[in-house]
């Protein structure tokens, strides 16, 4: 929001949501092999691009952070290096679109004075591509991201439409 303050962070303000155990063996077995670990944003959180743009995601937002799959977890986790990229690539992927802050510096914080849409109705392939970029911004690594980008062309049809039909049926309302 205009005029809200905050300080360049890593820190992701987030708490986790939590899930039903189950009271039988069977279930808590199902649960861990299906499920996926959800966050909610507990504030406001800016994160600025290599392009020097600042973006917000904003309290109350509910992600699932990288969304690796399960037999591939041993390899990558969902709350490791890509778990960053993975919040900005989920808002891309719900929204189609970013909130872009423009935000100036007053002593050791930043002080927000516009907020707009930052590539609004982009598509999958810019959010996928963006993914990759903040990937590399992040680890400094260029075969994790490269090889997690074919992934996420590949595997995530399925998200990206699903969002599209949820997006639908929330504007109808």
Same mark, same amino acid.
């Given at each position: 929001?205009? !005029?809200?303050?905050?300080?360049?962070? /890593?820190?992701? *303000?987030?708490?986790?949501? *939590?899930?039903?155990? !189950?009271?039988?063996?069977?279930?808590? /077995?199902?649960?861990?092999?299906?499920?996926?670990?959800?966050?909610?944003?507990?504030?406001?959180?800016? #994160?600025? /691009?290599?392009?020097?743009?600042?973006?917000?995601? *904003?309290? !109350?937002?509910?992600?699932? +952070? &990288?969304?690796?799959?399960?037999?591939?977890? #041993?390899?990558?986790?969902?709350?490791?290096?890509?778990?960053?990229?993975?919040?900005?690539?989920?808002? +891309?992927?719900?929204?189609?679109?970013?909130?872009?802050?423009?935000?100036? *510096?007053?002593?050791?914080?930043?002080?927000?004075?516009?907020?707009?849409?930052?590539?609004? !109705? &982009?598509?999958?392939?810019?959010?996928?591509?963006?993914?990759?970029?903040?990937?590399?911004?992040?680890?400094?690594?260029?075969?994790?991201?490269?090889?997690?980008?074919?992934?996420?062309?590949? +595997? +995530?049809?399925?998200?990206?439409?699903?969002?599209?039909?949820?997006?639908?049926?929330?504007?109808?309302?």
């Amino acid at each position: 929001m205009i !005029g809200d303050k905050f300080k360049q962070t /890593l820190s992701v *303000p987030i708490r986790t949501i *939590p899930w039903d155990k !189950g009271n039988s063996y069977f279930k808590r /077995l199902f649960r861990w092999l299906l499920y996926t670990r959800k966050w909610e944003f507990s504030e406001d959180w800016y #994160f600025k /691009l290599n392009n020097k743009i600042w973006i917000k995601i *904003p309290k !109350g937002f509910i992600f699932d +952070g &990288a969304s690796i799959p399960k037999p591939f977890r #041993f390899l990558l986790s969902p709350t490791g290096i890509l778990f960053i990229p993975g919040i900005i690539h989920d808002y +891309g992927y719900r929204y189609n679109k970013l909130i872009g802050v423009k935000a100036i *510096p007053v002593d050791d914080e930043f002080l927000v004075i516009e907020e707009f849409s930052y590539h609004p !109705g &982009a598509g999958k392939m810019f959010w996928d591509r963006m993914f990759r970029h903040i990937s590399y911004q992040i680890t400094g690594l260029l075969l994790v991201p490269n090889v997690v980008y074919s992934a996420v062309v590949l +595997g +995530g049809a399925f998200a990206w439409w699903k969002r599209r039909r949820q997006n639908k049926k929330e504007t109808l309302l």
